[in-house]
């Protein structure tokens, strides 16, 4: 079991991505607990800002340091136990090694930044990590923070069936997927290879190790630098470069 405490000022953007598909089964099989805090709540002045200008002048609001705080000691963290995390652009860039780090926590805290950005005490006395989910600016971090939850959720044992289980995921392996077919095995003329109906595995399996290094050479040779390859390997992926490579 892992539990999510989401402090936003938008808490109603999590509805259905949350009450939809895995994550709803998730919640109901009690495997992870997402719980949703609204700093507004926590705003003590009477009109409950969140945020204010910038000291020094210039454009923009930035949010205020005190409601994330009271809303924080709301939460009551578990030290050790808990990573409170702020979602933002600067953030070190989110990819599934470190969702597979994240999924080892018991508690994730995760506080959505906004506007400009938030007052820098939060980073410097709250915040323990600072996580971006990729480099382009979002109106918030609520997305970002739905995008972690998928993705740390469906690590977590039982949330995925037998059938689609993380392990053989293509990120983990290192590389692309190789491509899939379902029936029909031709439409409109478009024919599935033949070798996948040919019924021997061994060659099913040898064409798919080779179509997944010609994917991963063709559009992530970034990927293929980090792998280590077998003989095998190898072979396929000179036959990849003499047959000239995908797309
Ligand atoms: C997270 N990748 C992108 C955006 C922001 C100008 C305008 C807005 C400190 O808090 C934030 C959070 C967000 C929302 O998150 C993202 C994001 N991963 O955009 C700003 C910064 N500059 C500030």
């Known amino acids: 079991m892992i539990r999510f405490d989401i402090l936003s000022v938008f808490p109603e953007m999590f ?9 709803k089964k998730a919640q109901e099989k009690g495997l992870i607990d997402v719980r949703l805090w609204d700093i507004r709540q926590y705003a003590e002045d009477k009109h ?21 705080d009271r809303a924080l000691s709301a939460v ?5 136990k808990t990573l409170v995390i702020l979602l933002t652009p600067q953030g070190e860039t989110f990819n599934q090694q470190m969702a597979e780090q994240f999924s080892q926590y018991s508690r994730l805290v995760l506080i959505c930044g906004h506007y400009e950005g938030v007052d820098e005490r939060v980073r410097e006395y709250l915040v323990e990590k600072e996580v971006s989910i ?21 690590l977590i044992p039982g949330v995925l069936g037998n059938s689609e289980s993380a392990a053989c995921d ?66 396929l992926l000179k036959e990849v470069s003499q047959d000239n490579g995908d797309r």
């Open 134 to 154: 990729g480099d382009y600016i979002l109106t918030g971090g609520e997305l970002s923070a739905l995008v972690l939850v998928d993705a740390v959720s469906r």
């Open 15 to 23: 509805s259905s991505p949350l009450q939809t598909s895995l994550l």
């Open 170 to 235: 293509s990120f983990s392996m290192g590389m692309l997927e190789y491509p899939h077919y379902t029936r029909p095995g031709s439409y409109r003329g478009w024919d599935v290879p033949d070798v996948l109906l040919s019924g021997n595995h061994a060659e099913i399996q040898r064409w798919r190790r080779k179509e997944s290094l010609k994917r991963t050479w063709s559009r992530r040779p970034d990927l293929l630098e980090k792998l280590v390859l077998s003989e095998e390997d190898n072979r």
């Open 48 to 68: 409950r800002m969140t945020d204010d200008a910038p000291y020094g002048g210039g454009g923009g609001m930035v949010m205020k340091v005190e409601p994330i």
């Open 76 to 80: 009551e963290p578990v030290p050790g």
